[in-house]
């Protein structure tokens, strides 16, 4: 009952908002750009793309998508409303460009933003997100040959819903934030309900032309897991097209923490990798 509770409520609040600014100020169906720019280190973000682990034989596939329902907007204030759709797979290279997937998670849910323009260099914004996530292990995690589970690990329940709540504060193209999510169903029961999110991304280091801009970005996430543990993320990289919006990205990233994927929440994860994303 209680996640019942929380979530009426939270689409009551956000629907009462959104509907009674819609009277005041302007408003567009499907607009073309997103609102609110994905936090670039998070992996938990729409991606297109692959990310090569360095000196390992594994690889990560990303295909997801955010698109925007609706804009609410005047001179200074942005409110969008949006829908969120993830996967994001565990893979094995082997010969014969084979590639078995051995565990996929998949997201889905909304989102909600805010952003004001306080001038032209600075800004102020938030996203929030109602979401679903589960886990399963896929044919690949299976070993045919000795007909057992790898590495020991069968099958187990993983699913979360949760309420992610992240502002920012953004000026020129360094843009810092923080924030929490609270679990308000998590299995297994034993996982932390509490996250905690910090970091930044500096969407533009320096111009090379008017198609490439090299970026970094930092992701901090405390999760709740067995005790608190820190999982951080780094990505630089060089975007093609529009710095904080449609393009291609080429970037290198360094991952240390608990593992992303929730079959193997419970187990640590430390890596370099090559990655390439097409942002849409």
Do not use: C
Not at 251 to 268: C, Q, V
């Amino acid at each position: 009952m209680e996640r019942k509770r929380i979530l009426v409520f939270s689409f009551f609040v956000f629907f009462v908002l959104f509907f009674s600014l819609k009277a005041q100020n302007k408003s567009e169906l499907f607009p073309s750009e997103l609102n609110l720019q994905p936090y670039t280190a998070n992996f938990l973000e729409p991606k297109l793309g692959f990310v090569f682990q360095l000196n390992r034989n594994e690889l990560r596939l990303d295909i997801g998508n955010s698109v925007d329902i609706l804009h609410i907007y005047n001179s200074k204030t942005t409110l969008s409303l949006g829908a969120d759709l993830f996967t994001y797979t565990m893979l094995r290279g082997e010969k014969d460009f084979h590639f078995p997937v051995d565990a996929v998670d998949y997201l889905f849910g909304l989102n909600f933003g805010y952003k004001l323009k306080l001038d032209d260099d600075r800004e102020v914004g938030a996203r929030v997100r109602i979401s679903h996530i589960s886990a399963h292990f896929v044919d690949g995690h299976f070993d045919g040959i000795n007909h057992q589970w790898r590495d020991g690990k069968a099958p187990r329940v993983f699913s979360r819903e949760f309420i992610e709540f992240i502002p920012y504060y953004k000026y020129d193209n360094l843009r810092v934030y923080g924030g929490f999510t609270y679990l308000f169903h998590v299995d297994p029961t034993s996982i932390g309900k509490d996250i905690y999110h910090a970091g930044f991304d500096f969407l533009d280091i320096g111009r090379i032309n008017e198609s490439i801009t090299p970026y970094a970005a930092y992701d901090l996430r405390v999760v709740n897991i067995d005790g608190y543990n820190a999982n951080h993320t780094i990505s630089v990289g060089l975007k093609f097209g529009k710095p904080q919006g449609k393009g291609f990205s080429i970037y290198l990233n360094y991952y240390n923490g608990m593992n992303i994927h929730g079959e193997y929440f419970d187990s640590k994860k430390e890596y370099s990798a090559l990655g390439f994303n097409l942002d849409l």
